[in-house]
Structures are given as C-alpha cells and as structure tokens.
C-alpha cells in the first residue's frame, strides 16, 4: 500500500523555523515529482511549492518565496520542506503529495497532477 506521511508540524512563533518532512512507505519518491500544499481553516487547498526528480530548481507560490524551501534526501527517500520566517499566516495543515507520472517533467502545484497524499500535519504559527 502505497501511502505518503507527513510529520514535523507543531506550535511555532512568528520569526521562527519549522522543517516538515514527508516519507513514504513501499515507494520510492525519487521518481516523482513531489509537491507541498496547505490548507488554512476556512480556505481551499493552495499549492505551497513542487520539487522535481532531481531535486533542482524547487518552484514555489509567491508568499513563501525567499521563506521556505524544499529539498529531498533520496538516499532516505525523504522531501522537506524548510520554513524560516514564519508568518501567522503560514497556520495550516501541509500536506505532501506525489505527482502521478513517473519521472514526470511537469513541476507544478496543479492539484490535477498529483494523485497520492499524504494525511497532513498541521502547523500553528502565534505567540
């Protein structure tokens, strides 16, 4: 069963840094294009960032550019994302997810492509 896990959210205040990290259970997310979406109470899902196979050339949605950042570990089949400077406006939960082409060359957060997701893990940013 393939299945995407999220984990490293918590209470974090503004200024601060926060590392999510998605792993995967029977898959190996280097063939995959892997993106980070979140959702906030009350608003719709919203693409975060995306990173390719290669893990070069990360894209990202503009009110996180220059905050956060996405990496992958291929050797421990592992996709971060590293937030700095957190706003309360980053309070969501993030979800990772996995384009559904292999080795696909589309690097998008276009929910269309992605067909496997992972349960979230929330993020507070306050005081």
């Known amino acids: 069963q393939f299945e995407l896990v999220e984990s490293g959210g918590g209470l974090v205040q503004p200024g601060g840094s926060l590392r999510l990290i998605c792993a995967a259970s029977?898959?190996?997310?280097?063939?995959?294009?892997i993106g980070w979406f979140r959702q906030a109470p009350g608003k719709e899902r919203e693409g975060v960032g995306c990173?390719?196979?290669?893990?070069?050339?990360?894209s990202y949605v503009e009110s996180v550019k220059g905050r956060f950042s996405i990496s992958r570990d291929n050797a421990k089949n592992l996709v971060y994302l590293q937030m700095n400077a957190v706003k309360s406006e980053d309070t969501a939960t993030y979800y990772c997810?996995?384009?559904?082409?292999?080795?696909?060359?589309?690097?998008?957060?276009?929910?269309?492509?992605?067909?496997?997701w992972g349960q979230g893990t929330h993020v507070t940013v306050s005081s």
């Open positions: 990173i390719g196979t290669t893990g070069g050339s990360p």
């Open positions: 997810a996995r384009e559904s082409t292999v080795y696909s060359a589309v690097v998008t957060t276009e929910t269309y492509f992605f067909d496997l």
């Open positions: 029977e898959l190996k997310l280097d063939r995959y294009v």
